[in-house]
């Protein structure tokens, strides 16, 4: 059977890759090849950028209400293809299609509804200088600009950014990550039938070796929004920042999840499950360090266990599977790697550890068993470094002092998590927790007006509501004295 071949979406068409050249796209729950996606090269990026070109201006100019128009019918279609998006979504990336019927597919309509609806709202500021002048502050468009997006939650997370990009009246070359390329492949069919005109959005698919960094190092794309691995990002800042780009680079996590003995139980041991596992514990804002106050620490241990123990690993496209294939093998032997690596460093597993062998069509596939270790002092690499996968650690701890210790003693600074019912001590905590994103009692309870992003080693910038029609935009300042 001839596999299924993905195109590139360049000024409003779909092409093949000018080298004809593709790469295997593989399905992890199953551990073989479906598709095809275009292996694209620097000259792909250049005829983006020659198609983004020639419509720039006009797309700039464009009244607000008919931007809105045409990204709000994108978000309506997003939603009347929402069973067929899910279904790709999970075949492409292993997710159990609950959770892409659920939030991935959901979320990508919303970013378009919400930055359509956002941009007509877009004001920029005046100030006025005691009766002598006024300054008053444009914002552009940049121009051309960059998206590149990984493979955790595809359309979710290309969406987030291309949809302010655009909204903002930019002309955009993005780049899927090349392992979950599916889902932006039907945006740009979506695109198509909205109404986008040519040029617009050039979604070019190939690898980041290529692709992404043709597209950092073009002088013609004048932003740069990135979120993926902490490597990848401090290599686009190096070729981006000498060349004065804008960047938003959206990083990697090691979240603390802080529990402490008030809170309200119930309601802590289920979210602190999601956190830990859901989309397989890929999610950078997942909540991979648990500490847990002493007086609740063996409680926990025993419940928290036997909730993990009771998750179904399985086909993804299965009802009633909480955890569907990690993403590649690759992935899977990283994230299995790091077992060893916790017993060596003295730490016990109580739970998981393996990859998972189902059996039938999924035999072959990538799935590994939801992982608790103790045992862990705060600062061996197991509890420093980033897993991307279903891991977590569980520490006992007996003072806020000593926890924010162990919260804080890692290079990234994401996202946290404090479960207390004493509010006093949770503005004390989050005053001092080392993270752009601080939940109290809940975790990804998400407004999209809110700044996302993180500090230290997770990141530069924010996403995220007006945060992002910044980035989008140039200002420049006009300063009028009053004659
Ligand atoms: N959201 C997050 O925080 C994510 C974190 N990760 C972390 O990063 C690790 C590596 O995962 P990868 O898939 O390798 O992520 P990655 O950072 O390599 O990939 C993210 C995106 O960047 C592109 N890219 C890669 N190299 C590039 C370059 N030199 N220039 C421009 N674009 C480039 C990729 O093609 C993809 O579209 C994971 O094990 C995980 O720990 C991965 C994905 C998402
Ligand atoms: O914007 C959100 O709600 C979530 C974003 C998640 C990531 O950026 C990630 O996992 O990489």
């Given at each position: 059977?001839?596999?299924?071949k993905?195109?590139?979406?360049?000024g409003g068409?779909?092409?093949?890759p000018?080298?004809?050249?593709?790469?295997?796209n593989?399905?992890?729950?199953?551990?073989?090849?479906?598709?095809?996606?275009?292996?694209?090269?620097?000259?792909?990026?250049?005829l983006?950028?020659?198609?983004?070109?020639?419509?720039?201006?006009?797309?700039?100019?464009l009244?607000l209400?008919?931007r809105?128009l045409?990204?709000?019918?994108?978000?309506?279609?997003?939603?009347?293809?929402?069973?067929?998006?899910?279904?790709?979504?999970?075949?492409?990336?292993?997710k159990?299609?609950?959770?892409?019927?659920?939030?991935d597919?959901?979320?990508?309509?919303?970013?378009?509804?919400?930055?359509?609806?956002?941009?007509?709202?877009?004001?920029?500021?005046?100030?006025?200088?005691?009766?002598?002048a006024?300054?008053?502050?444009?914002?552009?468009?940049?121009?051309?600009?960059?998206?590149?997006?990984?493979w955790?939650?595809?359309?979710?997370?290309?969406?987030?950014?291309?949809?302010?990009?655009?909204?903002?009246?930019?002309?955009?070359i993005?780049?899927?990550?090349?392992?979950?390329?599916?889902?932006?492949?039907?945006?740009?069919?979506?695109?198509?039938?909205?109404?986008?005109?040519?040029?617009?959005?050039?979604?070019?698919?190939?690898?980041?070796?290529?692709?992404g960094?043709?597209?950092?190092?073009?002088?013609?794309?004048?932003?740069?929004?990135?979120?993926?691995?902490?490597?990848?990002?401090?290599?686009?800042?190096?070729?981006?920042?000498p060349?004065f780009k804008?960047?938003?680079?959206?990083?990697?996590?090691?979240?603390?999840?802080?529990?402490?003995?008030?809170?309200d139980?119930e309601?802590?041991l289920?979210?602190?499950?999601?956190?830990?596992?859901?989309?397989q514990?890929?999610?950078?804002?997942?909540?991979?360090?648990?500490?847990?106050?002493?007086?609740?620490?063996a409680?926990?241990?025993?419940?928290?266990?036997?909730?993990?123990?009771?998750?179904?690993?399985?086909?993804?496209?299965?009802?009633?599977?909480n955890?569907?294939?990690?993403?590649?093998e690759?992935?899977?032997?990283k994230?299995?790697s790091?077992?060893?690596?916790?017993?060596?460093?003295?730490?016990?597993i109580?739970?998981?550890?393996?990859?998972?062998?189902?059996e039938?069509?999924?035999?072959?596939?990538?799935?590994?068993?939801?992982?608790?270790?103790e045992?862990?002092?705060?600062?061996c690499?197991?509890?420093?470094e980033?897993?991307?996968?279903?891991?977590?650690?569980?520490?006992?701890?007996?003072?806020?002092?000593?926890v924010?210790?162990?919260?804080?003693?890692v290079?990234?600074?994401?996202?946290?998590?404090?479960?207390?019912?004493?509010?006093n001590?949770?503005?004390r905590?989050?005053?001092?927790?080392?993270a752009g994103?601080?939940w109290v009692?809940?975790?990804?309870?998400?407004?999209?007006?809110?700044?996302?992003?993180?500090?230290?080693?997770?990141?530069?910038?924010?996403?995220?509501?007006?945060?992002a029609?910044?980035?989008?935009?140039?200002?420049?300042?006009?300063?009028i004295?009053?004659q």
């Amino acid at each position: 059977m001839e596999l299924k071949k993905i195109q590139n979406y360049i000024g409003g068409k779909l092409l093949p890759p000018i080298s004809n050249n593709y790469l295997n796209n593989f399905n992890p729950a199953i551990g073989e090849v479906y598709s095809e996606i275009p292996d694209s090269s620097i000259e792909d990026v250049h005829l983006a950028i020659v198609e983004a070109q020639k419509v720039k201006d006009e797309w700039a100019n464009l009244a607000l209400e008919k931007r809105f128009l045409i990204l709000n019918t994108i978000a309506e279609k997003i939603e009347e293809r929402r069973e067929e998006l899910a279904l790709a979504e999970s075949i492409d990336n292993g997710k159990p299609i609950s959770l892409a019927m659920a939030v991935d597919i959901p979320r990508a309509a919303s970013n378009f509804r919400f930055f359509a609806t956002a941009i007509m709202h877009f004001a920029s500021e005046s100030h006025e200088m005691a009766g002598d002048a006024i300054n008053y502050t444009l914002r552009k468009p940049i121009g051309i600009v960059g998206c590149i997006s990984p493979w955790n939650l595809p359309l979710y997370l290309f969406t987030w950014k291309i949809a302010p990009a655009l909204a903002a009246g930019n002309c955009v070359i993005a780049k899927p990550s090349e392992v979950t390329p599916m889902t932006a492949y039907l945006l740009s069919e979506i695109c198509i039938e909205a109404g986008l005109p040519q040029g617009v959005l050039n979604i070019v698919h190939g690898l980041g070796s290529t692709v992404g960094e043709a597209m950092v190092r073009h002088p013609q794309i004048k932003a740069i929004s990135f979120t993926g691995g902490t490597n990848t990002g401090a290599r686009i800042a190096s070729i981006a920042a000498p060349m004065f780009k804008k960047l938003s680079l959206e990083l990697g996590g090691k979240n603390p999840n802080i529990i402490f003995a008030d809170c309200d139980y119930e309601k802590m041991l289920n979210t602190t499950i999601r956190s830990s596992f859901a989309n397989q514990g890929q999610i950078c804002l997942c909540g991979s360090r648990i500490f847990v106050e002493r007086s609740l620490y063996a409680k926990f241990k025993e419940d928290f266990v036997a909730k993990v123990k009771a998750l179904k690993v399985g086909d993804p496209l299965v009802e009633g599977s909480n955890l569907g294939a990690v993403v590649s093998e690759a992935h899977m032997q990283k994230v299995l790697s790091y077992n060893n690596l916790a017993k060596e460093e003295g730490g016990t597993i109580l739970c998981g550890g393996e990859r998972v062998q189902l059996e039938g069509r999924c035999e072959n596939g990538w799935f590994i068993s939801p992982t608790v270790i103790e045992g862990l002092s705060y600062d061996c690499r197991t509890n420093q470094e980033e897993i991307f996968g279903p891991v977590v650690t569980i520490m006992p701890f007996d003072t806020e002092e000593e926890v924010l210790k162990y919260a804080n003693s890692v290079k990234y600074g994401l996202a946290s998590t404090l479960w207390t019912a004493d509010l006093n001590r949770a503005h004390r905590m989050a005053e001092q927790i080392e993270a752009g994103i601080v939940w109290v009692n809940c975790w990804l309870h998400r407004d999209l007006r809110t700044p996302f992003g993180g500090t230290k080693a997770s990141g530069v910038g924010r996403e995220g509501g007006w945060e992002a029609l910044r980035f989008f935009t140039e200002p420049k300042n006009v300063c009028i004295q009053y004659q």
